[in-house]
């Protein structure tokens, strides 16, 4: 079954405690984006990566990092988090001639205390 | 002025009504454009693309003016199943970046 899994679902910290929360797809896709959803903004998008060792900032890349060292995973790494980065994360995957579909991973509930 | 702006909402209308969003965009280079929707605390899920010529599939109907730069999507003969939030996405850069909008939020009551 195509998949893009993220972990963990929910996750409760504190102020300046790094965290990772993994990405990974089952799809062989290109490209992998992360995305944080707040109440009145929408979806904006983090991080994205073309490909292995290629990524890019997106719109509100500010107080985090990722990488690509393999393609099928795509961990979105918080150094040292903050309140402001209490959200809703999603993971999505598309392949280079998957006609602009993207596949969302299930979100991860970060509070951030 | 966002990117990509939608009416939030919420619409509350009744089953078997149509429906209709607007979605308008102010990047003039949008090259293409989606309708996602998402249900209550889960991933967005493609709904249809939307091109210039106007498309349908079943009950949805989507289409896109360039000129006016926006996008509009048509929930005929809606269903209590039809409640969600709608997205409208445009991406430009060859598809490299996607700007969401906010949402509308829509709930079918029976």
């Known amino acids: 079954e195509a998949q893009v899994t993220q972990n963990p679902r929910y996750l409760i910290t504190v102020t300046g405690k790094k965290l990772t929360v993994t990405c990974s797809q089952n799809m062989n896709h290109e490209y992998m984006s992360w995305y944080r959803q707040d109440p009145g903004l929408g979806l904006r998008q983090i991080y994205y990566s073309m490909n292995v060792e290629v990524t890019d900032k997106g719109d509100v890349p500010e107080g985090y990092k990722v990488s690509r060292k393999e393609k099928r995973n795509f961990p979105l790494i918080l150094e040292s988090p903050s309140p402001n980065q209490t959200s809703l994360y999603f993971c999505?995957?598309?392949?280079?001639?998957?006609?602009?579909?993207?596949?969302f991973g299930a979100g991860t509930r970060l509070s951030v205390l | 002025r966002k990117e990509v702006e939608q009416d939030p909402g919420p619409f509350n209308v009744p089953e078997g009504a149509t429906v209709a969003f607007n979605c308008t965009y102010s990047?003039?280079?949008?090259?293409?454009f989606f309708w996602y929707r998402q249900d209550c605390r889960k991933e967005p899920k493609l709904l249809m693309s939307v091109y210039s010529s106007g498309n349908e599939d079943g009950r949805f109907t989507a289409q896109l003016n360039r000129a006016s730069q926006y996008i509009s999507l048509l929930i005929r003969d809606s269903k209590l199943s039809d409640s969600a939030t709608y997205l409208c996405v445009s991406t430009f850069q060859g598809a490299q970046k996607l700007v969401f909008g906010q949402g509308t939020r829509l709930t079918i009551n029976p």
């Open positions: 999505a995957s598309r392949g280079r001639l998957g006609k602009n579909i993207q596949y």
């Open positions: 990047n003039s280079a949008s090259q293409s």
